[in-house]
């Protein structure tokens, strides 16, 4: 069975410094891992994924993403958080024969504080 | 513009009665999916359609139903079975590919008291 866990329920950061948000992941074969962002009473917006290739995923609004096979992790990073990534965070797996179905953590809520 | 609209954005109703949501897409998408969305349980299933006239239950189906007569629509409706119907639901959909993003509708909110 396919699974996703997000650790940490609130994570909060300055402005300015770094921001990660964790993800671990369980699937048996090769998975397909993806990140979303959710404002307030909206739908999610996809950020960015990881298929194969290159472990580091670069997305939208300078969020990026490491792959690391050996910890089953997927975690989202931005070097510098601004007030508006203050949002929900989705980390979301699936693999090649559930056809696009999409098994999602509960959500990483993040804070910045200016 | 392209995109999924979901209507009405929130809804009220009684217990006891059975209401449709509507989800149109117009990005030509193959597969269409419902979720529910519960304060810190983040999203889970409910439907999903691959392709038209098809359609296969998801995690939480009991108390739902959906249909699929075209492409472009995948309307739910939450009948008086479904014991806690209260909740954000949200349709997406994609190109169907287990390597597609799905692409979410702004979602309805459903209140039954």
């Known amino acids: 069975a396919q699974s996703v866990a997000q650790p940490e329920d609130q994570v909060n950061v300055a402005e300015g410094n770094p921001l990660t948000v964790k993800c671990t992941y369980s699937?048996?074969?090769?998975?397909?891992l993806f990140w979303y962002v959710q404002y307030p009473n909206r739908g999610l917006q996809f950020l960015l994924k990881?298929?194969?290739?290159?472990?580091l995923v670069k997305g939208s609004y300078g969020f990026e993403a490491e792959f690391n096979k050996s910890q089953t992790s997927f975690h989202l990073k931005k070097p510098s958080a601004l007030v508006s990534d203050s949002a929900l965070y989705f980390c979301?797996?699936?693999?090649?024969?559930?056809?696009?179905?999409?098994?999602f953590g509960r959500g990483t809520q993040l804070t910045v504080w200016p | 513009d392209g995109g999924i609209t979901q209507s009405p954005k929130y809804l009220f109703r009684k217990e006891g009665q059975n209401v449709t949501l509507s989800c149109e897409q117009n990005?030509?998408?193959?597969?269409m999916y419902w979720y529910r969305q519960d304060p810190g349980q983040g999203l889970r299933l409910i439907y999903y359609?691959?392709?038209?006239?098809?359609?296969q239950k998801g995690d939480i189906a009991e108390g739902y139903s959906v249909s699929r007569e075209k492409k472009e629509s995948f309307p739910l409706t939450v009948t008086s079975a479904q014991k806690n119907p209260t909740a954000f639901y949200l349709c997406?959909?994609?190109?169907?590919?287990?390597?597609?993003?799905?692409?979410f509708g702004p979602g309805t909110r459903l209140t039954v008291t």
């Open positions: 997406a959909s994609s190109p169907a590919g287990a390597v597609d993003e799905q692409y």
């Open positions: 699937v048996s074969g090769n998975p397909y």
């Open positions: 990881y298929i194969t290739g290159d472990n």
């Open positions: 979301a797996v699936t693999r090649g024969s559930t056809l696009g179905r999409l098994y």
């Open positions: 990005l030509n998408h193959d597969a």
């Open positions: 359609s691959q392709i038209v006239n098809d359609f």
